[in-house]
């Protein structure tokens, strides 16, 4: 509810800032292409760094951060472009394994960016209030769980992993913006699964 996003740790900015992505993206991207948010207002072009402190790019020369980069960040907005990146990670896992659908009304759909649609929508209603990163990661998850057959739940995690959301990421609790970084997937996951 309209309450449930106060807390230091929480995703708010990041969420509007991944559906925005999500909404906006073309046939012809790829992970590594720079999204900016905000260029408009900026006067930049739409590869723009925009109102963010780096632009969203699976490329790790455009975007080093991993959920340990909150500390320090302004809450909520910095904060939540943390998680932004960490869901981007995750959608272009979906995306480059399952590939690319312009029909975003397709909620059940089995491209990529359709499944990370999903699985965000409905992992929201998985997620506790004023969250973690690492509660709403395993609402996303569970959500995964659900549908699709759990075929990308392995594969999320191993996303969320590289990005430090891994199953031994320390939250620190959901005031806290000095989590610990977890690189490590699931045991189930282990071995190349999904």
């Known amino acids: 509810n309209v309450n449930c996003?106060?807390?230091?740790?929480?995703?708010g900015e990041g969420l509007s800032d991944w559906w925005a992505l999500a909404y906006t993206a073309?046939?012809?991207d790829t992970g590594a292409t720079p999204r900016?948010?905000?260029t408009y207002a900026l006067n930049q072009q739409t590869n723009g760094?925009?109102?963010r402190t780096q632009p969203y790019s699976t490329s790790q020369a455009l975007n080093t951060w991993t959920y340990a980069s909150i500390n320090g960040?302004?809450?909520?907005h910095g904060v939540g472009s943390v998680w932004a990146q960490g869901m981007w990670e995750v959608y272009w896992k979906l995306v480059d394994a399952h590939g690319f659908d312009q029909n975003l009304y397709n909620a059940t759909g089995n491209a990529g960016n359709q499944r990370a649609m999903l699985y965000v929508n409905e992992g929201l209603k998985n997620t506790a209030c004023n969250p973690t990163f690492t509660?709403?990661?395993?609402?996303?998850?569970?959500?995964?769980m659900d549908n699709h057959g759990g075929e990308d739940v392995c594969r999320m995690w191993e996303a969320f992993a590289a990005y430090g959301l891994g199953s031994n990421a320390v939250s620190g609790g959901a005031n806290s913006t000095s989590p610990t970084n977890g690189f490590n997937v699931p045991a189930s996951c282990q071995g190349g699964g999904g």
């Open 5 to 11: 996003l106060t807390n230091n740790q929480q995703p």
């Open 26 to 28: 073309r046939p012809s």
């Open 36 to 38: 900016g948010l905000g």
């Open 49 to 51: 760094r925009g109102i």
């Open 73 to 76: 960040m302004a809450v909520p």
């Open 135 to 144: 509660q709403i990661r395993d609402g996303i998850i569970q959500a995964a």
